[in-house]
């Protein structure tokens, strides 16, 4: 029987990205010859003697001790992300948001400072804003993609550059390349959030950026049936992020571990759809007479479609648009008439989704506050699923009209 210590990650550079999201992190032969992945349902492992202890103690074992430490199909996993991220190490937690506060926590203390774009998503402003800054962390908010203001915000006490790309919901895209080199002439350490790009439209590490994030709850697991997390980069800068997280113990289930390995094996079919529908829509959209503006980086019409284009592979499953001269009661209407489109949040999984952010997400915030995240009363996010593409633009037209 193979043990979990034979496991051993392919790189995204070597073979194919459909290959390495079947194969990579696996043992060829895996317990009880089965073709997947066993769901281990155990709390706790058991050492065969004081010597397998010491062994494990001394890291010269890859093996489970306890559950609050992960479990078996995790390692699976996070190798399986950290091959198509091409990063060295993967630290799977609970939820994107608790793979955010895991690695703030980590590399955060009072008196320090982070620099964040302000396009971002509101529970990470959230977390930074009102609970960190209990415990003697300031945030600096610059506006997206202005660089000059975010190396202008940098002091002595920066210890961290924050930002997502494509943020959410307007879809900005962020110059990699120059932040990376921000963040190294600095000596601050980078994290990008790429959920809405993922791994195959865009690899943030390839660029220098130290950290990488994804809610694997979106296009990772992509069927919206599980929750979950990761923070990739190199094990040496992640050692105090995985050690907070078997303190906080902010872990998945082993059959969310299953579910999201395979998820993880149609992840490149799945993301051809994504990108291919997500284009027909923002195309469509644009070209609607009740339309004012869509945000969509592989449109032309996207302030920031040259960064986009020289940066991604394709553009994801989520689009913005504002619609021509409604408030947000007729705004709401349209989104109420949709009958393929589920009202809900979230993105990336197989059934297509209409909200209104407002409403979703900003309905307890002043207007003043919604004008400053950008967000108007007559904005709708869709996150487009795989289902075929005329069918999403006939349900989109008839809730236009």
């Known amino acids: 029987m193979s043990t979990v210590s034979e496991q051993k990650p392919t790189s995204a550079t070597q073979r194919g990205i459909s290959t390495t999201s079947v194969h990579a992190g696996e043992a060829r032969q895996k317990a009880l010859d089965s073709i997947t992945d066993p769901i281990v349902m155990a709390s706790t492992f058991t050492f065969e003697n004081t010597q397998s202890i010491i062994?494990?103690?001394?890291?010269?074992?890859?093996?489970?001790?306890?559950?609050?430490?992960?479990?078996?199909?995790?390692?699976?996993?996070?190798?399986?992300?950290?091959?198509?991220?091409?990063?060295?190490?993967?630290?799977?937690?609970?939820?994107?948001?608790?793979?955010?506060?895991?690695?703030?926590?980590?590399?955060?203390?009072?008196?320090?400072?982070?620099?964040?774009?302000?396009?971002?998503?509101?529970?990470?402003?959230?977390?930074?804003?009102?609970?960190?800054?209990?415990?003697?962390?300031?945030t600096r908010e610059v506006k997206t993609g202005d660089y000059e203001a975010m190396e202008a915000a940098i002091n002595s006490n920066t210890k961290l550059l924050v930002s997502e790309s494509p943020t959410n919901p307007h879809l900005s895209i962020v110059d990699l390349e120059r932040f990376a080199a921000i963040g190294k002439t600095h000596g601050v350490e980078t994290i990008i959030d790429a959920t809405l790009a993922t791994p195959y439209n865009l690899q943030p590490i390839s660029y220098g950026v130290d950290y990488v994030m994804h809610s694997a709850t979106k296009y990772l697991g992509g069927h919206n049936d599980l929750l979950a997390g990761v923070v990739l980069g190199s094990k040496e800068q992640l050692a105090d992020v995985r050690?907070?997280?078997?303190?906080?113990?902010?872990?998945?289930?082993?059959?969310?571990?299953?579910?999201?390995?395979?998820?993880?094996?149609?992840?490149?079919?799945?993301?051809?759809?994504?990108?291919?529908?997500?284009?027909?829509?923002?195309?469509?959209?644009?070209?609607?007479?009740?339309?004012?503006?869509?945000?969509?980086?592989g449109l032309e019409s996207h302030p920031y479609f040259e960064t986009a284009r020289s940066q991604m592979r394709g553009y994801g499953g989520l689009v913005t648009f504002e619609v021509k001269d409604a408030d947000w009661k007729e705004t709401s209407k349209i989104v109420d008439a949709a009958q393929l489109c589920r009202i809900a949040p979230s993105l990336g999984g197989?059934?297509?989704?209409?909200?209104?952010?407002?409403?979703?997400?900003?309905?307890?915030?002043?207007?003043?506050?919604?004008?400053?995240?950008?967000?108007t009363d007559n904005m709708i996010r869709l996150a487009i699923g795989i289902e075929n593409a005329e069918d999403v633009i006939a349900d989109l037209t008839q809730c236009l009209s």
């Open 243 to 297: 050690k907070l997280r078997g303190i906080m113990g902010s872990i998945n289930s082993p059959h969310n571990c299953f579910l999201l390995e395979r998820g993880l094996k149609t992840f490149e079919l799945r993301m051809q759809r994504h990108n291919a529908n997500g284009m027909a829509v923002a195309r469509f959209l644009e070209d609607h007479p009740r339309v004012e503006r869509v945000f969509y980086p």
């Open 350 to 375: 197989v059934e297509s989704l209409i909200e209104q952010p407002l409403v979703m997400s900003y309905w307890e915030r002043t207007p003043e506050q919604r004008k400053e995240f950008g967000i």
């Open 55 to 138: 062994d494990y103690v001394e890291q010269k074992q890859e093996r489970g001790e306890y559950g609050r430490y992960g479990v078996p199909g995790e390692r699976v996993v996070e190798k399986k992300m950290a091959a198509l991220e091409g990063a060295e190490e993967g630290i799977l937690f609970s939820t994107g948001m608790a793979a955010f506060v895991g690695l703030l926590n980590a590399k955060l203390s009072s008196g320090d400072e982070i620099v964040f774009f302000d396009e971002c998503y509101h529970r990470s402003r959230d977390y930074c804003r009102t609970y960190l800054s209990r415990f003697g962390v300031v």
